[in-house]
């Protein structure tokens, strides 16, 4: 069981010290497979999908990140096992049912600290990626912290050390948040405009930029390279910008 342990960690590494992209994933290929004994539900692997259901849905909704990570976890976690395309079934089914209602929440993580008692250490690694699927669109809610706090409580986390990796998980997208700020700001800049223009505005600025710049309409006023190029660094920044800009506004 403790491969499933190490590909959450893995994931969390990832999360944590990169900007994430869907084509970024690193499947973890598992070369022994374990012979699933017993209900899935009561095995340390649906248990730990059960908790993930439970803080996926603690805000009302599954945002598309969130939706990119459960399934790759489906996906690995079910390599672990003999008929690993039966069990990824079986975890999704586990999760779909499990996000319905949080009133078991208590008992979920209590067979989960049954299985893992002696093992502190496991139980934290579990806490630290369940508050990942928690923080994973830049918000954590007062539900979401309210779950979180009964699950460690229910899996004998030490207040202390639930604290610290809230901390830390606060730090971190705190920094990211600011970051996409500065880059949004930074975005307007590049495309010669303010935050409060139209979208139908921003659009004709970044035609009238692209049609400026264009390497295309300089190398046709008889430009020299070094011009051709810095329009073209140029234009690329502003493609750039306008992607990020379009995001931001949802369009």
Do not use: W
């Not at 342990?5 to 994933?25: E, G, S, T």
């Not at 929440?105 to 934290?124: F, G």
């Not at 899996?155 to 990211?176: H, P, R, V």
Request: hydrophobic content about 40%.
């Amino acid at each position: 069981m403790e491969i499933i342990i190490f590909i959450a960690v893995v994931i969390i590494f990832i999360f944590l010290n990169k900007d994430y992209h869907k084509q970024d994933f690193r499947h973890i290929q598992v070369n022994i497979k374990q012979t699933l004994k017993g209900d899935l539900a009561d095995h340390e692997a649906g248990l730990l999908i059960a908790l993930m259901a439970k803080v996926a849905k603690a805000d009302g909704n599954v945002c598309e990140l969130e939706a990119e990570l459960l399934s790759n976890i489906f996906t690995d976690i079910s390599l672990v096992f003999e008929n690993d395309k039966a069990i990824r079934e079986k975890l999704k089914n586990i999760y779909i049912r499990e996000k319905e209602s949080f009133s078991n929440t208590i008992e979920i993580a209590k067979k989960y600290h049954k299985l893992t008692k002696r093992d502190y250490q496991k139980r934290l690694r579990v806490m630290e990626y369940l508050l990942n699927l928690a923080f994973i669109d830049s918000e954590f809610s007062e539900t979401e912290f309210m779950i979180i706090e009964d699950i460690a409580g229910a899996i004998d986390i030490k207040k202390e050390d639930l604290d610290s990796l809230i901390q830390k998980f606060q730090a971190y997208y705190s920094g990211k948040k600011n970051q996409a700020q500065m880059d949004l700001k930074k975005a307007y800049e590049t495309l010669e405009i303010n935050e409060s223009v139209s979208n139908d505005e921003l659009k004709k600025q970044y035609r009238k930029l692209v049609k400026q710049y264009h390497p295309d309409v300089i190398t046709g006023q008889g430009a020299d390279q070094n011009t051709i190029e810095k329009a073209t660094e140029k234009l690329q920044n502003i493609n750039e910008a306008y992607e990020i800009i379009k995001v931001s506004r949802g369009i």
